[in-house]
């Protein structure tokens, strides 16, 4: 884990924006980078605890989105993975594997 932020939804307007067609309100949200990234992992296969969502990954950084839950330095986050997520985290070096 890199760091957790508190950070705006939207900063457009603090009443709202129209996305799509519909009202998206303005929110703090809390967003933690993980040191964990598109050359180690598939994020699309991905799947974390609940109120875990993914919000996207670059070649070394994966964004989550961690509603109603803290996640401080350090903290582990568990994932369930596909197929694909699988077969990359195990071919990757950089992915430490412990198995039992």
């Given at each position: 884990?890199?760091?957790?932020?508190?950070?705006?939804?939207?900063?457009?307007?603090?009443?709202?924006?129209?996305?799509?067609?519909?009202?998206?309100?303005?929110?703090?949200?809390?967003?933690?980078?993980?040191?964990?990234?598109?050359?180690?992992?598939?994020?699309?296969?991905?799947?974390?605890?609940?109120g875990i969502t993914v919000c996207g990954a670059s070649?070394?950084?994966?964004?989550?989105e961690a509603t109603g839950h803290y996640l401080p330095v350090g903290a582990e986050?568990?994932?369930?993975?596909?197929?694909?997520?699988?077969?990359?985290?195990?071919?990757?070096?950089?992915?430490?594997?412990?198995?039992?």
């Amino acid at each position: 884990m890199r760091k957790t932020n508190n950070n705006p939804s939207y900063t457009f307007t603090k009443r709202g924006i129209y996305y799509f067609s519909r009202l998206v309100l303005f929110a703090i949200i809390t967003q933690t980078i993980l040191a964990l990234g598109i050359q180690d992992i598939d994020p699309d296969g991905l799947q974390a605890d609940i109120g875990i969502t993914v919000c996207g990954a670059s070649s070394d950084h994966l964004i989550l989105e961690a509603t109603g839950h803290y996640l401080p330095v350090g903290a582990e986050v568990h994932f369930q993975l596909n197929y694909s997520a699988l077969l990359r985290a195990m071919t990757s070096p950089f992915i430490r594997k412990n198995m039992t």
